[in-house]
């Protein structure tokens, strides 16, 4: 069952001819067949597969080669959604990191499209394609009795909800409150996950900067400051991890998921904020219904690794102490000396001894290599030593997969 002593977040870097085809697709406003798309998408997720199972990972991704952004279309398809373009500034949390790295203050909008509810939302699965085809796409070149293992990353419940002012996740008179609104994105996602499990998905990755963005004293001391917020950033909290444990319920008990925590990973190699995790470790940890907690770990960003004696002892943790910002290759001595001061915290916490506790940990990058389709800064030789050292690391320590 996953987690696996060696994990990688996701998203890997995007082939060239693949970048090529998306790019004559916008520019010359043709259809992804007339570009030649499918086939293309397809080879490429093969070969990424390839790449994985040769380097010893057990949880295969697709590389997130379906999408242009790691959150993918999955909140498009949903009824009820409107993507709204270019949106007025006044409708954000000018203090959420993302929206501060992001909008565009001369012009007071926020660039791209973000999504709202603009009628109440409901599961559609004659539109929700875009998971259930990347799942498709990786089993085909998957032996079916590693399907069980196959990863897929899925966009916070909370994604489109943090960024907003408060009340403004949905247009006018559609939900009385957030309440209401955290009622429906949770059916939705019961339903998404019900449709994905019958499918054969088994395990489930949660992408979730915004959990990581409540360690950042900027956010937390804007959000503070903000007189339109009618609830502290407690009582927020609380409402983010209810909806992931309601949106979780349903779920059989072979479903293994897990969340993962990153502050950022923009075009360029970019972060959005820092702080420790001290500050929401022992309710995350225990409150929070998932297997599996992928922390990012690779900088003092991060803070240390104190707070994983809160982790329970049903429960295990993913380090991302690798880099995919920068191309420099860690020390492998390093690396595993941070696992072991990392796992003494876990068996402090837990009253386990270190061998105990040193199961439910495992390592990783810290986060994707391409969470968006291009610009980072390592090549796919870099990506590979990254990858390969990760795997080395796991042997060197536990010495299965």
């Not at 104190?306 to 943790?317: A, G, H, I, S």
Request: glycine content about 6%.
């Amino acid at each position: 069952m996953p987690p696996f002593r060696a994990e990688h977040m996701g998203s890997l870097l995007r082939p060239k001819n693949l970048l090529a085809v998306r790019e004559a697709i916008r520019d010359k406003g043709i259809s992804p067949e007339e570009a030649g798309l499918p086939a293309i998408e397809k080879e490429a997720v093969g070969n990424v597969i390839k790449l994985q199972q040769e380097l010893g990972f057990k949880a295969v991704t697709s590389g997130e080669f379906n999408r242009t952004r790691f959150w993918g279309l999955m909140w498009d398809e949903f009824d009820g959604t409107v993507a709204l373009q270019e949106a007025e500034a006044s409708m954000f949390r000018l203090y959420h990191p993302d929206v501060v790295s992001l909008i565009e203050k001369d012009r007071k909008v926020m660039p791209g499209d973000s999504v709202i509810a603009g009628s109440k939302l409901k599961h559609n699965r004659e539109k929700s394609k875009s998971n259930l085809h990347e799942l498709k796409l990786v089993q085909q070149f998957t032996p079916k009795e590693e399907w069980k293992n196959i990863k897929l990353t899925i966009i916070t419940p909370a994604w489109f909800h943090m960024r907003y002012k408060q009340g403004k996740a949905y247009a006018e008179g559609v939900y009385a409150n957030d309440d209401e609104y955290f009622a429906d994105v949770a059916k939705v996602y019961q339903e998404e996950l019900k449709m994905l499990y019958e499918a054969g998905l088994r395990n489930v990755q949660f992408d979730d900067p915004g959990l990581a963005y409540f360690c950042s004293q900027e956010f937390r001391t804007g959000y503070a400051s903000d007189p339109e917020n009618t609830v502290s950033i407690d009582a927020l909290l609380d409402s983010y991890i209810n909806l992931y444990n309601t949106s979780l319920s349903l779920l059989p008990a072979d479903f293994h998921t897990g969340v993962h925590l990153c502050r950022g990973n923009f075009i360029g190699g970019r972060h959005f904020a820092s702080g420790a995790y001290d500050v929401i470790a022992q309710k995350l940890f225990t409150q929070l219904n998932v297997n599996t907690f992928y922390l990012e770990y690779d900088t003092s960003r991060a803070g240390g690794f104190e707070p994983l004696q809160y982790l329970p002892r049903d429960k295990n943790v993913v380090l991302g102490v690798v880099s995919t910002k920068l191309r420099e290759l860690e020390s492998k001595e390093e690396v595993k000396r941070r696992v072991e001061e990392a796992v003494e915290w876990v068996a402090k916490g837990s009253g386990e001894t270190k061998e105990e506790a040193r199961k439910r940990v495992a390592v990783s990058p810290q986060c994707g290599f391409s969470t968006h389709e291009s610009g980072y800064p390592l090549t796919e030789e870099d990506q590979t030593k990254k990858l390969r050292l990760v795997r080395e690391v796991a042997d060197e320590i536990w010495g299965e997969p």
